[in-house]
């Protein structure tokens, strides 16, 4: 903004108008623009990015697979649950985490998997893309809570 424009406004204000303002910008697109979901020639991206983000989503899936051989050597001495109810309750509490981790970790290989794709083939259009994500958050919906809930007990 120029110094003589500065003090314009600076007066209109002094004297109570509506001060206007005017931004340095690019004109409006007149039809000739980039469709939506389509590429734009200003994108610029990294596919090797990509592809390592892709690789560490994927590799999680190895320390989801140690916590779960964790729980599971936690839960290997519970025998017969029949007539106790704090074991009748860790084993059902045992069962929702077991789903809960392998749900993780399918999560992890699909999600990996499709960063990955998406750096050897940037030419998805972004619905397509955005699709696919929807597809997993439907795929991989939470397990419903089970602690605290008395479970006809």
Do not use: F
Not at 8 to 30: T, V, Y
Not at 36 to 44: F, I, N, R, V
Not at 148 to 153: A, I, K, N, P, V
């Amino acid at each position: 903004m120029a110094w003589d424009e500065w003090e314009q406004l600076k007066a209109e204000a002094a004297e109570g108008r509506s001060l206007s303002m005017r931004l340095n910008q690019l004109p409006a697109d007149q039809g000739g623009g980039t469709p939506p979901g389509g590429a734009s020639e200003d994108l610029k991206t990294d596919k090797r990015a990509w592809v390592k983000a892709g690789e560490g989503v994927s590799g999680l899936k190895g320390d989801v697979a140690k916590a779960l051989s964790t729980l599971d050597g936690g839960q290997a001495g519970l025998g017969d649950t029949a007539g106790c109810q704090s074991a009748a309750a860790q084993k059902e509490l045992y069962d929702s985490w077991k789903k809960y981790l392998n749900d993780v970790s399918g999560r992890c290989e699909a999600l990996g998997g499709l960063l990955q794709s998406s750096g050897h083939d940037l030419s998805k259009p972004d619905q397509t893309l955005l699709g696919e994500l929807n597809g997993l958050t439907a795929k991989y919906a939470d397990t419903a809570p089970v602690g605290g809930q008395s479970g006809g007990r």
